[in-house]
Every structure is written in C-alpha cells, then in structure tokens.
C-alpha cells in the first residue's frame, strides 16, 4: 500500500488540537471531571483508540513530583487544566524532571497571581504562537516530504517507498532531536540561574539575621 505523507501530514494538521483557554470550565472540577474534559479536547491526537489522554494515576503523580499544585478541596481550577495542557504536551519530548524545573516555578508565581500576568494570559500568548507558527511547520515538513522523494530515485519501486518513507522519518527525527537537545541546554541553564538566585537569597537572609543578631547583642 502506498503511503501519501502529504495527505497525512494534511489530515494531522486539519485534526490538530490545541485546547483553547475559553473552552475550559471557568469552574472547579472534580478529578473525572477533568479527564473527561481532556479526553474530549485531544481525543483525535490518539494513535490508539484505547490510549489514554491523561488519567487519575497520572494527574496525583503530577501532583505529588510538583508538576501542579495541590488539587483544592478535591477539584481542579482552571489554572491546573491549563498547567495539565502544558504537560500533556511536554512529556512527549521531556523528562519528568525537566517538566518540574520549567512547571514548578511557573505554578509558583502564576497559580497563585503573584504576578500582574495570570496564567492564563501567559497560556493564551504561547497558544497563540503555536497556531500562527503552523503554516510554517506544515511548509518545512512539506519541503521535507519533497526532498526525501528525490533521494533514492533509481531503487526498484517496492525498494524506493520504503527508502523515501525510511528517508523522511530519518530527516524528521533529527529535527527533534537537535530541538530536544537545545530543549534540555536552555532548561539547564534556567536551572542553574534559578539555584544561583536562591543561594544569592539565602545569603542575603543570612546576612540580615546576623546583622540583627549583633545588634540585638550591642543592646
């Protein structure tokens, strides 16, 4: 059967599903709640119809490696379907703990309104991006698709498909792996700055104890 990587790659854009922030429930949700939820928003990014989206077990795993904060009273807000969309996503190509170090500060500062941005302003912008960004995507993976057909043009034709398919994920995969790697560059690098800045402030807290330690021993 011959393979039309064109007409895939069409099928897999036009099914693309990138959850909007305005379609989630502006209401606390119960953990069935919120696997429902997400299995109706990315049922067509199964490959299998058995697969599951996300389930219980997973959601308290996130939960207990501090991938999301703590559910409230048993339900889910808003901001932790919007922080489940993220790693729905991410751990695809991270690690668990590399999930941690870029949710953990995030959930931190932006769960809780700390900041003047909320969480879902900062969800809407990438998702934003993410849509813009697709035209380009499907065009690099197109002019892939054409540069692997030009590859092994003199192999018999049963030879020739699976060389040209063999050829595309081959270009496909180095792709991610070169994103994956400068991925894992950055997230060490956010890392290492966030530990600095921590050892920075607990100097500096230390600094100030002992200060009002000497002072309270002049009195």
């Not at 429930?25 to 709640?33: C, F, G, K, R, V």
């Not at 302003?121 to 035209?135: G, M, N, R």
């Not at 499907?138 to 590859?151: A, F, N």
Request: charged share 35%; glycine share 2%.
């Amino acid at each position: 059967m011959s393979v039309n990587s064109k007409e895939l790659l069409d099928d897999i854009i036009k099914k693309l599903n990138i959850i909007d922030a305005n379609d989630i429930p502006n209401i606390a949700l119960y953990m069935d709640q919120v696997t429902t939820f997400m299995d109706s928003q990315l049922k067509e990014s199964k490959r299998f119809s058995d697969d599951k989206i996300l389930t219980k077990t997973m959601i308290n795993n996130y939960a207990k490696n501090d991938l999301l904060p703590p559910p409230e009273k048993k339900k889910y807000s808003k901001e932790h379907v919007l922080l489940l969309t993220f790693i729905y996503y991410f751990k695809n190509i991270m690690s668990i703990n590399d999930i941690k170090s870029l949710l953990e500060p995030l959930g931190k500062e932006f769960y809780y309104k700390k900041k003047e941005v909320s969480l879902e302003e900062i969800y809407t912008s990438i998702q934003q991006l993410e849509v813009d960004k697709l035209p380009d995507i499907q065009q690099e993976i197109e002019r892939l698709i054409v540069e692997s057909k030009g590859i092994f043009t003199n192999q018999q034709e049963g030879d020739k498909e699976f060389l040209e398919l063999f050829a595309l994920i081959s270009m496909l995969s180095f792709d991610i792996y070169v994103k994956k790697q400068l991925i894992e560059k950055i997230i060490d690098y956010m890392e290492l700055d966030r530990q600095k800045r921590e050892k920075t402030e607990r100097k500096s807290k230390e600094k100030v104890c002992k200060e009002n330690l000497e002072g309270e021993k002049v009195k």
